[in-house]
């Protein structure tokens, strides 16, 4: 059992920059890929970010890379994802996730555990 709990939200200009972190509990945190997915209002939950469990493969999707970088610290049992140039776009709730599974999918439905969101909110 994996409990998420995020945090680092807020209101940022174009341009600005923010830092999420996600908070695992649980002894095996290191076991798991962890995620970050967002979804604006009406609209399906998409995949943001993902790194392995020991941090050496990283995936981003095409509409955030080279501006957003996912890392971990398995010390810590933390999770980040560091926003820069952000765009209104980019709005939306992000959640943070965690996959017990080898091979991690971009789909939203094959993640086992899930935060309750952090709204993250650019404005033009």
Not at 8 to 24: E, F, I, K
Not at 104 to 116: A, C, E, M
Request: hydrophobic share 35%; with cysteine; charged share 20%.
């Amino acid at each position: 059992q994996v409990q998420l709990v995020e945090s680092g939200g807020g209101l940022v200009q174009a341009g600005g920059s923010l830092r999420l972190s996600c908070a695992a509990s649980g002894r095996t945190f290191r076991s798991y890929a962890m995620g970050w997915f967002r979804q604006a209002p009406g609209t399906e939950r998409e995949f943001v970010a993902a790194i392995s469990w020991s941090g050496g493969s990283r995936d981003y999707a095409e509409s955030v890379q080279g501006r957003f970088t996912i890392s971990r610290d398995n010390a810590k049992n933390m999770v980040y994802l560091q926003m820069n140039s952000l765009k209104p776009e980019d709005t939306a709730v992000y959640y943070c996730a965690a996959d017990s599974t080898i091979v991690v999918s971009r789909t939203p439905k094959t993640w086992d555990y899930w935060g309750q969101g952090t709204q993250v909110t650019v404005s033009s």
